[in-house]
Nanobody
Framework: VQLQASGGGLVQAGGSLRLSCVAS????????IGWFRQAPGKEREAVSS????????AYVESVKGRFTISRGNAKNTVYLQMNSLKPDDTAVYYC????????????????????WGQGTLVTVSS
């Protein structure tokens, strides 16, 4: 399984960015795909996830109402639309896949995921 994240960049506070993640090498119909982030000097935290088959989602409290995760038309593509960005959102964002997932809603624990991609840097200036 390979994961390719893209879409990061520099944006002013209040602005928007859309991240994309393409997962290759997955033959399952039901799996979990999500976004994590790690800010300098901080631990990695889960941001959001979505179930491939039914679109069930999960969000960390700090991004609810601002970020939206969605499935793309292309198979194994997921987007993270980030609006009303804050300087605290500055981090390297990673996408990850959980192939053992069996639930219909998203998960936000490290242990829910099996494969990780390279990150994309998001910088929000004040």
């Amino acid at each position: 399984v390979q994961l390719q994240a893209s879409g990061g960049g520099l944006v002013q506070a209040g602005g928007s960015l859309r991240l994309s993640c393409v997962a290759s090498g997955i033959t399952l119909d039901h799996y979990l795909i999500g976004w994590f982030r790690q800010a300098p000097g901080k631990e990695r935290e889960a941001v959001s996830s979505i179930v491939s088959s039914n679109g069930g989602t999960a969000y960390v409290e700090s991004v609810k109402g601002r970020f939206t995760i969605s499935r793309g038309n292309a198979k194994n593509t997921v987007y993270l639309q980030m609006n009303s960005l804050k300087p605290d959102d500055t981090a390297v964002y990673y996408c990850a896949v959980g192939i053992r997932w069996r639930d219909w809603y998203g998960g936000l624990r490290d242990g829910d995921f099996d494969f990780w991609g390279q990150g994309t840097l998001v910088t929000v200036s004040s």
